[in-house]
């Protein structure tokens, strides 16, 4: 009989209207490897963040070795044994690799009020020196060392003192292979001293061979647990796909027809570390879909058709112009525009109105002799809100005040202002709900009824199918399927070219 | 095999110059050789006006009250903060220092400034932390009010010159070995928190990510009003230093303090830009130096105030950014 060392009850988790995990209860043994996988957005790392204090739960509870949780930092979480290694950086600059490794934790060298530095580099370093890290030196600025390296000084902060639950969320793609090598061996090390591991990643042959069990997770619930020794990746994509598709929103066309002019040709586009030799071109009409994990350089593609990547190579040619997009001033003035999936920072300015955010890009445009006038203002922003049915008090309302969903309204509502031929949209539906998604999908059909052309990358495998004419699959950043649009075409299908 | 031992000898000491390029030891060689290279410069342009023995030992009294000031200010610069109120700060601690001083002597020089100084700097911490709002425009308000009370205090004293105040009976900072002393004392500190308190890790942390740091379990209202007491502090000695060389202090109005704000500000621009070596406190008193090595030998040169600005802020601006250098496309606030 194995031993339950924690266990989740019912625990939901709501981001405003978004509701993120949904009434999860999952046990977790002690000593096991325990695989979490999921598509995008399926809530794995909402539901690891809320056991490790960084976000707090909506409802349900934790229970550790049969005691309720009531966790609200990492701090917290680290003194009941419980850890994480985050998919972000997760280590600070300016501190130098001994002060990250015991940051909120310096009690044990302090003496009054006085920090024993050299008994903690000293200790750091032993540690260091105990995980195979010798070449990084514990009073060294991390600032010096590099993302891997970094990755792994956040591997030793989360093990170091042999917490009862580690989580690791999709962390082995920051590293190289021997890094990953590293970590694995840090994981059989945890095993083996009957510690638990929570595994999140999206390569299932990964997870495969180094899990016990592995849960599914889909629209923030439970799914399935199962051993891994009696499943195969096949399996697993069954059960992280297996819903019938809902097509009530999305086209019901499928002749596939797009005009032979092309818009937009790309040609061996690259950014380091990102991705490299993307090629193809996008026709009039056209809603061509990009897919892939979320790391697969998919991303950042859209930012670099923009203009808005540095260190790009390689061309993105307006035949028709005969003109040639490097930089985001001159895509906008081809009539190129572009949502970002980080809505809050890149596409909308929160702290402006709605008015201003929609204006934003026209101003141009709209300008008399270089003067601008208030009412022309308010009417041009006020049509394409309305146009856009942004739900607002007017549109002198702060955007900080809109849903998600009304946000990306905004940005749609300023671009279709300047009446951009071009359209990249990066995540368009990413956190909105189904009626506001509804009207986007509608609103790209009549864009593309009009000629518009519209390069929609998406994480959402459905979308994806649904709406494009033509679909492109990146992995590690290349693209590795292309896919017509097509009655016959499955979420498997792409997903095989996905993991 | 002679290559393979060369490429293995070859591989080496690359790994040993990348090393010796992310110590303490290459920030040292860089500030100092900066140093050099400004003393030789100047030298061969004016070899008599310039960097005799007697003049260094000046450039070095000058360089140290404004590294005092610098040392303060990287408290809460590190952490995206800033303060307007330093040169009012000044004023007001030195008058206050000055006052003390005809009743209590060196003791009421001493603690006027510091403790006047600390005050200020407590009052500074309370309110940006109370009324939520940025620090650069808490601290252009209370920098006119502290000008104005400033005024107030300089008519307490009826005697001397309108609008000054003098203090010719407490002179010893304003010379070897006094001023040197207070100085070092006051490094010695900085020195001190930053490694061997939690405060510097927690003011670096709060800087580098306040999110994480708050969930790291850091109270972080708390550091950054430790931040600004431990400035004002700083700020407390520099008033000490900077009433003695000056004899006295005038009590000015409308802003005219803020100048007294931006040669501190210079040295802890070092001690950011040479952070990433571990030398912050060193960097911020050669930084300094060298800013005052440069200001003295275009004085010598008979180069015009407006030029001498220009090149000092030019030459400043270089270090920063080529020690500095941010992944492209980062953003910078």
Redesign the interface.
């Known amino acids: 009989m194995k031993e339950v060392v924690l266990r989740s009850e019912k625990i939901n988790k709501h981001f405003g209207i978004t509701h993120a995990v949904k009434d999860v209860t999952l046990e977790f043994y002690r000593g096991e490897i325990h695989g979490l996988i999921g598509e995008n957005g399926s809530g794995k790392s909402t539901y690891c963040s809320m056991l490790s204090g960084i976000h707090s739960i909506t409802s349900g509870r934790f229970l550790l070795e049969g005691q309720e949780l009531n966790i609200k930092s990492l701090v917290e979480a680290n003194l009941h044994g419980i850890s994480i290694v985050v998919q972000e950086m997760g280590t600070l600059s300016g501190l130098t690799v001994a002060e990250n490794i015991f940051l909120g934790r310096e009690d044990k060298f302090m003496h009054g009020f006085i920090k024993d530095t050299a008994l903690m580099n000293k200790e750091t370093q032993q540690l260091l020196d105990s995980y195979g890290l010798k070449r990084i030196n514990a009073s060294t600025v991390i600032d010096n060392y590099s993302f891997e390296d970094r990755k792994l000084i956040e591997i030793v902060k989360a093990t170091y003192f042999e917490p009862l639950v580690v989580t690791i969320d999709e962390t082995t793609t920051a590293l190289s292979q021997n890094g990953r090598e590293e970590l694995f061996a840090i994981i059989n090390r945890l095993k083996e001293s009957n510690k638990t591991v929570i595994f999140i990643s999206h390569d299932l042959s990964e997870v495969l061979a180094h899990t016990d069990r592995i849960s599914v997770l889909r629209d923030g619930e439970l799914v399935k647990t199962v051993n891994s020794n009696e499943v195969d990746a096949d399996d697993l994509k069954r059960l992280m796909v297996g819903r019938e598709l809902d097509k009530r929103y999305y086209r019901t066309d499928y002749d596939g027809r797009v005009s032979e002019e092309v818009v937009l040709k790309v040609t061996d586009l690259r950014v380091p570390d990102e991705f490299e030799h993307i090629s193809f071109e996008l026709h009039k009409g056209e809603i061509l879909g990009v897919g892939g994990l979320s790391e697969c350089g998919m991303h950042e593609l859209g930012k670099a058709i923009f203009g808005g990547s540095y260190d790009r190579t390689g061309i993105v040619q307006l035949p028709q112009k005969n003109a040639y997009i490097n930089t985001i001033p001159e895509a906008i003035r081809h009539g190129i525009a572009y949502t970002s999936k980080d809505r809050d920072n890149e596409s909308v300015v929160l702290a402006n109105t709605i008015g201003d955010n929609i204006t934003l890009p026209s101003l141009d445009l709209l300008a008399n002799k270089r003067v601008l006038r208030k009412k022309k203002l308010q009417a041009f922003a006020q049509e394409h809100a309305d146009r856009m049915s942004v739900r607002m008090t007017g549109i002198k309302q702060y955007v900080f005040d809109l849903s998600g969903g009304n946000k990306q309204k905004v940005v749609l509502a300023r671009w279709l202002g300047r009446n951009s031929d071009i359209l990249i949209f990066d995540s368009p539906t990413r956190g909105i709900d189904v009626k506001v998604k509804a009207d986007i999908y509608a609103l790209m059909s009549e864009l593309k009824d009009q000629g518009k052309s519209i390069i929609m990358i998406s994480e959402e495998i459905l979308e994806l199918i649904g709406m494009s004419d033509r679909i492109l699959i990146m992995k590690n950043g290349q693209i590795n399927g292309s896919f017509m649009r097509n009655e016959a075409l499955g979420e498997e299908d792409l997903i095989a070219k996905m993991v | 095999m002679f290559r393979l031992a060369f490429l293995t000898t070859g591989k080496a000491m690359n790994e040993t110059i990348s090393?010796f390029k992310?110590?303490k030891y290459f920030g040292y060689a860089l500030l100092l050789g900066l140093a050099l290279f400004f003393w030789v410069f100047f030298k061969i342009l004016s070899p008599h006006n310039f960097g005799t023995s007697k003049l260094m030992a000046n450039y070095l009294q000058t360089s140290i009250q404004y590294a005092v000031g610098g040392c303060g200010f990287y408290f809460i610069v590190?952490m995206g903060m800033f303060d307007f109120s330093i040169g009012a700060n000044i004023v007001l601690s030195s008058l206050v220092g000055v006052l003390l001083s005809r009743h209590f002597g060196y003791y009421g020089l001493i603690l006027g400034c510091v403790l006047c100084g600390t005050l200020i700097g407590s009052f500074n911490g309370f309110l940006y932390t109370r009324l939520k709002i940025p620090s650069m425009i808490v601290t252009v308000g209370l920098m006119l009010v502290l000008e104005s009370v400033a005024n107030y205090v300089v008519t307490l004293d009826s005697a001397g010159f309108p609008g000054k105040l003098t203090n010719a009976n407490v002179l010893a900072f304003n010379h070897a070995p006094w001023n040197f002393i207070a100085a070092a004392i006051a490094f010695l500190l900085m020195g001190f928190i930053l490694?061997?308190?939690?405060l510097g890790?927690y003011f670096?942390?709060i800087?580098?990510?306040e999110f994480?740091?708050?969930?790291?379990?850091?109270n972080v209202e708390k550091y950054k009003f430790i931040g600004f007491v431990l400035l004002h502090f700083f700020v407390g000695i520099m008033a000490l230093l900077t009433v003695s060389y000056g004899k006295g202090m005038l009590a000015v109005t409308g802003m005219g303090s803020m100048s007294r704000n931006f040669k501190p500000l210079m040295g802890t621009f070092f001690g950011v830009a040479f952070?990433?070596?571990?030398i912050p406190v060193s960097a911020i008193v050669i930084g300094e130096f060298i800013i005052t090595l440069i200001f003295n030998g275009l004085v010598a040169l008979n180069v015009p105030t407006t030029i001498n600005d220009f090149v000092t802020g030019a030459v400043l601006l270089a270090i920063v950014t080529l020690t500095n250098r941010g992944l492209?496309?980062s953003v910078v606030k």
């Open positions: 090393t992310r110590s590190v490694r061997f308190t939690k890790t670096n942390a800087g580098s990510n994480v740091a708050k969930s790291m379990g850091i952070k990433k070596y571990g492209r496309g």
